[in-house]
């Protein structure tokens, strides 16, 4: 036991670089947090296969690399790199992190309502914000994952939006996380606080991009609290190097009569996975939960979901959609809790896989937990291949196979891209699944 916990805390210490003079300059109760953070880690470790939420993916690579927790300096960003990933041609505000470190230079915050404060998290902790005193570490529990652990304990930085009572921004906020890759690999730790008060209205989306295909990794953490009858529409976009890894937690926190969507979007790594906790802590919530990931080479996509439904007259939808090829897998895992007092809960859960190769794979589990009987709940998982009469019926109007193979894939996708308000995002991923499936000299 104690060589496994002194392998634990050199762990600890190469993904972090956590010393004493790490946390020196934090506040009394950032380094109490990250303290237990690191104890917690050190404690427990990787997950392995053993465990049940990871039985279907080994993080033995990320074990295994020596990671730098700085990248090497000399690697340029410019507005440029950064033009096909931005939400061009719509005004907003962009917060821009190269290789985990804020860059004002690439960032653009522009004019927000009354009492709105837009920082980057690291700003707001020197700035003794109580807000983020009040939530941060609060609801992305270091005990339930050890990813969160080490990131509380690395204390990356990463974007803060706070919207007071009745306020509405309407520009969407983009926090934009960029890695440059280089030969050396390299980790960071982005951390996200949202938090919506009463009656407001935001919408807030994260991106995770590699420029140039090295090997890196990215633990992200981002809390979103939402108070009576706020609406947050959020967006996470991965798009990371296919040689990077990408750890991501997504923590949701519902009161009363309060909307929340996300959107969760995986194309790029090697391993990525993205874990979605929802708590609805009130009456009358609404909570959409939808996502499209696409495996392909030998990348492995995970998507583990949470839906908390803790008190009555809460609804909840879900729609995942993955696109495997080639040796790729994809994993979903999705849970519905219901618990005794939440009686009128409706929760619909959907998770739908197309697989384009033999050697293509799927590990699928729609779960329910029920403790109320009166309640709608529904959940259901299809996999399958493309329709060979939907493919006959297009080569018998002039398309080649590839060219339907890619057509009908696309529609398969775009259920979900049609959804997303975001018209660049849409653009972007339609960008992405048309150049790749080589449709674009037929639509």
């Not at 807000?131 to 609801?139: C, D, P, S, T």
């Not at 002039?398 to 696309?410: C, F, H, K, P, S």
Request: proline residues 4%; contains cysteine; glycine residues 8%.
């Amino acid at each position: 036991m104690t060589q496994l916990k002194d392998s634990n805390t050199n762990h600890l210490r190469g993904l972090t670089g956590l010393t004493a003079d790490a946390v020196a300059g934090d506040p009394q109760w950032l380094q109490s947090l990250r303290a237990d953070a690191a104890a917690r880690f050190t404690e427990v470790g990787f997950p392995t296969r053993r465990d049940e939420d990871w039985r279907y993916t080994s993080i033995v690579q990320i074990i295994e690399t020596p990671f730098a927790t700085t990248a090497p300096a000399g690697v340029e960003v410019t507005a440029g790199d950064l033009a096909p990933y931005g939400l061009t041609d719509i005004a907003h505000h962009q917060l821009v992190f190269v290789d985990g470190v804020y860059s004002p230079e690439l960032s653009s915050i522009g004019d927000v309502p009354k009492g709105v404060r837009l920082s980057t998290i690291r700003t707001a902790i020197e700035g003794g914000d109580a807000i983020v005193e009040a939530n941060f570490g609060r609801f992305a529990k270091i005990e339930a994952n050890p990813f969160v652990a080490l990131n509380t304990a690395a204390g990356g930085d990463g974007g803060f939006v706070y919207i007071p009572r009745n306020q509405v921004i309407e520009e969407p906020i983009h926090f934009l996380f960029v890695s440059t890759s280089s030969d050396v690999p390299f980790v960071f730790h982005p951390r996200n606080l949202i938090v919506a008060e009463e009656n407001t209205q935001a919408t807030v989306v994260e991106s995770y991009i590699g420029l140039n295909g090295g090997v890196y990794f990215s633990n992200s953490v981002t809390e979103v609290v939402t108070a009576q009858s706020a609406n947050v529409d959020h967006y996470k976009v991965q798009r990371e190097s296919e040689s990077a890894y990408h750890i991501g937690t997504l923590q949701i926190e519902m009161a009363k009569s309060s909307v929340f969507s996300n959107h969760s979007i995986a194309f790029g790594g090697s391993l990525a996975r993205t874990d979605i906790n929802a708590r609805l802590g009130g009456e009358g919530i609404e909570c959409t939960i939808n996502g499209l990931y696409r495996a392909k080479d030998r990348q492995i996509i995970d998507n583990h979901t949470a839906i908390d439904h803790a008190m009555p007259h809460c609804n909840s939808h879900e729609v995942y959609k993955g696109i495997i090829d080639g040796h790729g897998r994809g994993v979903f895992n999705g849970k519905i809790m219901v618990r005794e007092d939440a009686q009128k809960t409706d929760a619909k859960q959907t998770n739908k896989t197309l697989l384009l190769s033999p050697d293509a794979q799927i590990n699928t589990k729609p779960e329910l937990e029920i403790y109320a009987d009166d309640v709608k709940c529904t959940h259901g998982a299809t996999v399958g291949q493309l329709s060979e009469d939907a493919l006959f019926y297009l080569r018998a109007r002039g398309i080649g196979r590839d060219e339907a193979q890619a057509l009908l894939t696309y529609a398969f996708a775009s259920d979900i891209v049609s959804r997303i308000k975001v018209e660049p995002i849409r653009a972007q991923l339609d960008y992405v699944l048309l150049s790749e499936r080589a449709l674009e000299g037929i639509l």
